[in-house]
């Protein structure tokens, strides 16, 4: 049998989707179309697996024994079973789905709630028209490699990410800024890489992608990660194991509440701060409601060191945990709206804090209109505790607001931009219109202001300087009405006014 090109199966896959198109929600059915896709490749690797012990044993009962296995597939849940069938298909699914899941503790909540037993969406008819269209196709490892495979998946999620508007960016960030990102932290072989908020796990396998660029061995590096949403925890899931990594750690909840670490010797989460090598995230922007009310009492984790983020923005209080979560000589990458290098009150406090212990390395400035949902423009903080002797007292200031490509619907970074942006932090060296190596008592004499177009104009933002400054100042302004209101209510409760 032929292989597929990537295009090919990109196509094949994203044909499947247009299937299910209108007819289950636009925000849930990737969910459905990426179960299926996972439960074919598992079927078809089950099968290549047995035909080749069969061969080299002679043994049927051997060669479908689980432990010979990556994944088990029981007999009755096998693909070409459930095609046996013409009614109650969705069902037939479902169980499936729950078989595998319990016999392989790896995949337990892999297929999320996916739910094909609604017969209302999922008509018998419309079953057997997708995965009439799925079988067209075998998705065995000789035909597809997990690389290719991985790949039309990322495809698949970037294609779903567009159509999703702003949701698109709760679990896919595009993935040439994940590359700026891992370029410049620079994952080395034996590194643990975590990131707390990892969507689709696209981070992650940027790392792996960096060490097989560089022809390093991949399985040296340790992955972990949390994420929130349950639905895009399987997608996460789903696109580590068609990638072939079956050691990579995701927990399931709220970093911010409920942070979870691995515990290599009970081989399970437990609740508390992990240790790491390299920390990447892309939290939600300007989180409003993340857990306020219970850092204003004290992070139980003692992550508040640099002090509480405003209620309405916790943007800060993930990259505190990130800062936590990072080995004394580890080193981070975080996405954040520029509002959190310029904005007064209580994270103009953080902000300070961090500046005078030194720990923030860069601030590199983004293009607007990279991210999905996002139109505003957004930065990336490299942040270091133990920062190299010749970058102490000192921040690189990088303003790559003209570094992009523009796109009929969004902008992008190319290679090259990548490569300009990834060299400038590298360099850590003045660089004309482009990059500013600052000291840390100049930015103090700024008023521990980050705002980039005050260090570093392009000439692509003189228009935009004032904009920004009067954005500051109407953030410093909602910061403080929030600070007087909370005041106000705490003099209205002990009067009795107000339970």
């Given at each position: 049998m ?186 080395q ?29 991949v ?21 580590l ?17 409920n ?12 609740d ?58 580890g ?26 212990v ?28 133990d920062?190299?002797?010749?970058r ?17 619907a ?90």
């Amino acid at each position: 049998m032929a292989k597929l090109t990537q295009a090919e199966l990109e196509r094949h896959l994203w044909q499947a989707a247009d299937i299910l198109r209108g007819t289950v929600d636009s925000g849930d059915y990737k969910q459905y179309i990426f179960g299926l896709l996972f439960y074919k490749r598992l079927c078809d690797v089950w099968d290549e697996e047995f035909e080749k012990l069969l061969q080299e044993t002679g043994d049927k009962a051997e060669a479908a024994d689980p432990e010979e296995h990556r994944f088990h597939v029981p007999f009755e849940h096998r693909w070409d079973e459930v095609r046996k069938h013409s009614t109650q298909i969705g069902q037939r699914l479902n169980n499936a789905f729950n078989a595998i899941e319990d016999a392989n503790l790896r995949l337990k909540m892999v297929f999320g709630t996916l739910d094909f037993a609604k017969q209302d969406q999922f008509p018998d008819a419309l079953l057997e028209k997708l995965l009439s269209h799925f079988e067209t196709h075998r998705l065995r490892n000789a035909d597809i490699t997990p690389d290719v495979l991985g790949d039309a998946y990322m495809y698949l999620i970037k294609m779903f990410a567009e159509g999703s508007g702003k949701k698109g960016g709760e679990f896919y960030t595009p993935r040439q800024v994940v590359h700026l990102m891992v370029e410049c932290v620079d994952p080395q072989p034996g590194m643990s890489v975590y990131d707390p908020t990892c969507g689709s796990g696209g981070m992650l396998l940027e790392a792996v992608q960096h060490l097989k660029d560089r022809n390093q061995d991949v399985r040296t590096l340790s992955l972990y990660g949390q994420e929130k949403n349950l639905g895009t925890w399987a997608i996460a899931q789903i696109n580590l194991f068609l990638h072939d990594i079956d050691d990579a750690f995701i927990a399931k909840g709220d970093t911010i509440l409920n942070p979870k670490r691995y515990d290599p010797k009970a081989r399970e989460f437990v609740d508390g701060i992990g240790a790491y090598d390299r920390v990447l995230a892309n939290p939600p922007f300007s989180e409003k409601v993340w857990g306020h009310e219970v850092w204003s009492n004290g992070d139980h984790y003692g992550r508040d060191v640099y002090g509480v983020p405003p209620k309405g923005y916790g943007d800060l209080a993930f990259v505190q945990h990130m800062v936590a979560s990072l080995k004394d000589d580890g080193m981070l990458a975080v996405v954040v709206p520029h509002g959190v290098l310029f904005r007064g009150g209580a994270e103009g406090k953080i902000r300070q804090k961090m500046l005078e212990v030194d720990i923030i390395e860069a601030v590199i400035g983004l293009a607007p209109n990279l991210f999905y949902g996002a139109g505003i423009p957004a930065a990336i903080i490299i942040i270091r505790k133990d920062k190299p002797a010749k970058r102490r007292g000192k921040v690189l200031i990088v303003n790559g607001d003209a570094t992009f490509q523009p796109g009929k619907a969004q902008n992008f970074l190319t290679g090259d931009n990548v490569k300009a942006l990834a060299d400038a932090f590298h360099g850590f060296a003045d660089i004309e219109k482009l990059a500013r190596v600052v000291p840390v008592s100049e930015i103090e004499g700024n008023g521990f202001n980050l705002n980039i177009s005050r260090y570093v104009q392009t000439g692509a933002d003189a228009e935009a300087v004032d904009v920004a400054a009067e954005v500051a100042k109407l953030q410093d302004l909602i910061v403080k009405r929030d600070e007087a209101e909370a005041v106000m209510f705490g003099h209205l409760t002990r009067l009795g006014y107000v339970e």
